[in-house]
Nanobody, 125 residues
Framework: QVHLVESGGGLVQAGGSLRLACAAS????????MGWFRQAPGKEREFVAQ????????VYADSVKGRFTCSRDNAKNTAYLHMNSLKFEDTAVYYC??????????????????WGQGTQVTVSS
């Protein structure tokens, strides 16, 4: 059973940056595709980004492409979401997720087996 814990959320002004971390236990991030999702108040949870086994292989939602970057540190067993040029509409609870399903659509919540508890990101305009 993989346990994921997100951290790094907080309040930031528009245009600012944050780095979210997703620390794993009970499994190694090096063998999982790590995904990031977010859920704004009153909205459904949506896909943000995914990093595959290779650090160079990533997928991003159009809304964050060019501003957000996924990375992983296998030695720390942690995945990261680097968020730059934050906008008010990026305000949401951010969740990390892990999967060994290397085939299914990375943008679907059902692809992922393990989820963190979420961390709040609030961007002030």
């Amino acid at each position: 059973q993989v346990h994921l814990v997100e951290s790094g959320g907080g309040l930031v002004q528009a245009g600012g940056s944050l780095r979210l971390a997703c620390a794993a236990s009970g499994g190694f991030v090096s063998s999982y595709y790590m995904g990031w999702f977010r859920q704004a108040p009153g909205k459904e949870r949506e896909f943000v980004a995914q990093i595959k086994l290779s650090a160079e292989s990533t997928v991003y939602a159009d809304s964050v492409k060019g501003r957000f970057t996924c990375s992983r540190d296998n030695a720390k067993n942690t995945a990261y979401l680097h968020m730059n040029s934050l906008k008010f509409e990026d305000t949401a609870v951010y969740y990390c997720a892990a999967t060994r399903d290397y085939v299914s659509d990375s943008r679907l919540m059902t692809t992922y087996d393990y989820w963190g508890q979420g961390t709040q990101v609030t961007v002030s305009s």
